[in-house]
């Protein structure tokens, strides 16, 4: 297989680096010579001064190159893989280890010839050096910029530039930044001071930004977008906005290096230097008093979903109290906008789940005999007809080689544009089959079910959490919880759903949180032959075990098991002296 690596840096001018689909068509262009299958490792964004280990494609394409799945390496230039000689020695040193011929530009570079390693370390010095050179002049430019007082990068909130490029203030935004300093001076906390400027709707620095932002979520690692102009203030920031000496006009350039920092006094400031050493006087006084901030563990963060809203709930342990809980994002600060969802206790919730997946002898036998996944079926079907379209590309190509054969269309370059795309379009298919295959071997019995009785049968009393919650986010999908109050009293409805299975499991439970009534194990009726002979399968059975005569009538109009079995007299008990606390 052909590795093609493409890398950007993360402060090029647009037209001044070679685009990601430049890079790729090249590679491309080479996995065609080659005849071979390709795969991309894409680092965007990044400067080739990293390690392998802080590039992510990098590192992938590193670890692929070892397990010996990769024959080829493809990158435009040297420069690309890096501008550091010690990643260039390692880049080529497994290049030689593992056979891997490397194609710089597409043309072959032999590692092996003493003059071409002289070559290729000579110009990873002039990369590196070519980086080093590169972020000395910014950072000299931004330094000469910082001494006169002048604007680069973006603005601190509060400011802007004039056409001279000098700090003016942007007094639509600097009346909240005054705000913000008055509120803190009278003893009003930062989280406090984000929720009266979000009531009053006060633009933050993005809202005036057209475009999204990524964020990664540390526990699902699923990336969500959200508007810019929908960023709303927080404690957090504000903290950091009211410890910022730009607001009395003093600009920083190095703060963390004791013997290169420089301050510059600007000619324009948003708040006298009084009130800023006042308020920065009181919050160091708060820090001291606040102590040492804990670290706490919370087992379902990316799990559970609020049934009213959609949004997530977020555990919040306090050092001191009992209001330790999952709370729905929409109850907190800023957004407060689902009223009919309720918090639930953190240790309760958490010691159920526990209890259900691992000491519940009828979850394991209904998941390690469940029938086949419908949630596989789609996927099946969808790689059938993915193979009949490589069969159909075969043929194309097996065509359009006869044409080129024939003397008077050997030239043709509409043939040979052709013949290329289409080998093209067959390496990408091919890829794309072997991911549904993956996909559908993990979702149907054969190693489905032994993997859910693996997981389960791991758990003991005294492993450690990291592997408590690996176990749980591996076995459940989501929780969903809806919240019903009646009168002075409520209940909670929690839906979980499985992994990998159509399986779900509904339960109840009041605000005591200690009878949790496993009410209906829900599985949709068999929707092909196969899983409706295996349901047949299992009544009979049932009928055995219960001693009842098994009639084939019992089978007319017999889709499968039930959509809903009654889980009758089944619950998860807790005993609120011997509740598992991770911290």
């Given at each position: 297989?052909?590795?093609?690596?493409?890398?950007?840096?993360?402060?090029?001018?647009?037209?001044?680096?070679?685009?990601?689909?430049?890079?790729?068509?090249?590679?491309?262009?080479?996995?065609?010579?080659?005849?071979?299958?390709?795969?991309?490792?894409v680092d965007e964004g990044m400067s080739g001064t990293l390690a392998i280990e802080d590039r992510p494609s990098l590192a992938d394409m590193m670890s692929d190159l070892k397990k010996g799945t990769i024959t080829d390496i493809y990158c435009i230039d040297q420069s690309r893989i890096e501008r550091n000689s010690i990643v260039w020695d390692m880049f080529s040193a497994e290049c030689l280890n593992h056979k891997c011929k490397y194609h710089p530009n597409g043309i072959e570079f032999d590692l092996t010839n003493d003059e071409s390693v002289f070559n290729s370390k000579l110009m990873s010095l002039v990369n590196s050096y070519y980086a080093k050179i590169t972020s000395r002049k910014v950072k000299l430019a931004n330094y000469n910029k910082t001494l006169k007082g002048k604007t680069h990068g973006m603005k601190p909130y509060g400011y802007q530039r004039d056409e001279n490029n000098d700090y003016q203030i942007f007094e639509e935004e600097a009346q909240y930044v005054r705000k913000m300093y008055d509120l803190s001076l009278q003893g009003i906390g930062t989280y406090t001071i984000a929720n009266i400027l979000n009531e009053e709707e006060a633009?933050?620095?993005?809202?005036?930004?057209?475009?999204?932002?990524?964020?990664?979520?540390?526990?699902?690692?699923?990336?969500?977008?959200?508007?810019?102009?929908?960023?709303?203030?927080?404690?957090?920031?504000?903290?950091?906005?009211?410890?910022?000496?730009?607001?009395?006009?003093?600009?920083?350039?190095?703060?963390?290096?004791?013997?290169?920092?420089?301050?510059?006094?600007?000619?324009?400031?948003?708040?006298?230097?009084?009130?800023?050493?006042?308020?920065?006087?009181?919050?160091?006084?708060?820090?001291?008093?606040?102590?040492?901030?804990?670290?706490?563990?919370?087992?379902?963060?990316?799990?559970?979903?609020?049934?009213?809203?959609?949004?997530?709930?977020?555990?919040?342990?306090?050092?001191?109290?009992?209001?330790?809980?999952?709370?729905?994002?929409?109850?907190?600060?800023?957004?407060?906008?689902?009223?009919?969802?309720?918090?639930?206790?953190?240790?309760?919730?958490?010691?159920?789940?526990?209890?259900?997946?691992?000491?519940?002898?009828?979850?394991?036998?209904?998941?390690?005999?469940?029938?086949?996944?419908?949630?596989?079926?789609?996927?099946?079907?969808?790689?059938?007809?993915?193979?009949?379209?490589?069969?159909?590309?075969?043929?194309?190509?097996?065509?359009?080689?006869?044409?080129?054969?024939?003397?008077?269309?050997?030239?043709?370059?509409?043939?040979?544009?052709?013949?290329?795309?289409?080998?093209?379009?067959?390496?990408?298919?091919?890829?794309?089959?072997?991911?549904?295959?993956?996909?559908?071997?993990?979702?149907?019995?054969?190693?489905?079910?032994?993997?859910?009785?693996?997981?389960?049968?791991?758990?003991?009393?005294?492993?450690?959490?990291?592997?408590?919650?690996?176990?749980?986010?591996?076995?459940?999908?989501?929780?969903?919880?809806?919240?019903?109050?009646?009168?002075?009293?409520?209940?909670?409805?929690?839906?979980?759903?499985?992994?990998?299975?159509?399986?779900?499991?509904?339960?109840?439970?009041?605000?005591?949180?200690?009878?949790?009534?496993?009410?209906?194990?829900?599985?949709?009726?068999?929707?092909?032959?196969?899983?409706?002979?295996?349901?047949?399968?299992?009544?009979?059975?049932?009928?055995?075990?219960?001693?009842?005569?098994?009639?084939?009538?019992?089978?007319?109009?017999?889709?499968?098991?039930?959509?809903?079995?009654?889980?009758?007299?089944?619950?998860?008990?807790?005993?609120?002296?011997?509740?598992?606390?991770?911290?």
């Amino acid at each position: 297989m052909l590795a093609i690596y493409c890398r950007t840096s993360k402060n090029k001018v647009d037209g001044t680096d070679y685009s990601i689909e430049t890079q790729q068509q090249g590679g491309l262009k080479l996995a065609i010579q080659l005849g071979l299958e390709h795969r991309f490792y894409v680092d965007e964004g990044m400067s080739g001064t990293l390690a392998i280990e802080d590039r992510p494609s990098l590192a992938d394409m590193m670890s692929d190159l070892k397990k010996g799945t990769i024959t080829d390496i493809y990158c435009i230039d040297q420069s690309r893989i890096e501008r550091n000689s010690i990643v260039w020695d390692m880049f080529s040193a497994e290049c030689l280890n593992h056979k891997c011929k490397y194609h710089p530009n597409g043309i072959e570079f032999d590692l092996t010839n003493d003059e071409s390693v002289f070559n290729s370390k000579l110009m990873s010095l002039v990369n590196s050096y070519y980086a080093k050179i590169t972020s000395r002049k910014v950072k000299l430019a931004n330094y000469n910029k910082t001494l006169k007082g002048k604007t680069h990068g973006m603005k601190p909130y509060g400011y802007q530039r004039d056409e001279n490029n000098d700090y003016q203030i942007f007094e639509e935004e600097a009346q909240y930044v005054r705000k913000m300093y008055d509120l803190s001076l009278q003893g009003i906390g930062t989280y406090t001071i984000a929720n009266i400027l979000n009531e009053e709707e006060a633009p933050t620095k993005f809202n005036r930004f057209k475009g999204r932002i990524k964020r990664k979520n540390e526990f699902t690692k699923k990336i969500t977008e959200f508007e810019k102009s929908n960023v709303k203030w927080r404690g957090n920031v504000i903290h950091d906005m009211l410890r910022n000496p730009i607001n009395k006009g003093i600009r920083i350039w190095n703060k963390n290096d004791v013997e290169r920092r420089v301050e510059v006094k600007l000619n324009v400031q948003i708040i006298s230097d009084d009130l800023w050493d006042k308020v920065n006087e009181n919050l160091s006084k708060n820090i001291k008093n606040v102590g040492k901030k804990a670290e706490y563990h919370y087992l379902l963060n990316g799990l559970i979903i609020c049934g009213h809203c959609g949004n997530e709930f977020l555990g919040k342990k306090r050092l001191r109290g009992n209001d330790n809980s999952y709370k729905c994002k929409g109850k907190r600060p800023p957004h407060k906008d689902c009223p009919d969802s309720r918090a639930i206790s953190l240790p309760k919730v958490e010691n159920f789940i526990i209890q259900h997946l691992f000491k519940t002898k009828n979850l394991k036998d209904l998941l390690i005999d469940a029938p086949k996944s419908n949630l596989s079926i789609p996927l099946r079907e969808k790689l059938i007809s993915k193979k009949k379209e490589l069969v159909q590309l075969e043929k194309q190509v097996e065509r359009l080689v006869k044409l080129l054969r024939d003397p008077d269309l050997e030239d043709d370059e509409t043939f040979k544009e052709d013949y290329k795309s289409t080998k093209v379009k067959r390496v990408k298919l091919n890829l794309e089959i072997d991911d549904l295959q993956i996909k559908v071997l993990e979702m149907e019995n054969e190693t489905r079910n032994s993997r859910t009785k693996t997981l389960i049968e791991t758990y003991t009393d005294d492993i450690q959490f990291d592997e408590i919650k690996r176990l749980v986010h591996s076995l459940i999908e989501s929780i969903k919880i809806h919240h019903s109050k009646q009168n002075k009293f409520g209940y909670y409805f929690i839906v979980i759903k499985y992994r990998n299975y159509s399986e779900e499991s509904t339960f109840t439970t009041d605000w005591k949180g200690l009878k949790w009534y496993w009410h209906t194990h829900y599985r949709e009726k068999a929707l092909n032959e196969e899983q409706l002979a295996e349901d047949i399968e299992m009544l009979k059975a049932n009928y055995e075990r219960k001693g009842i005569p098994f009639n084939e009538e019992d089978l007319i109009d017999y889709e499968g098991n039930t959509t809903v079995s009654g889980m009758i007299g089944e619950s998860v008990d807790l005993n609120p002296k011997e509740l598992v606390l991770f911290d």
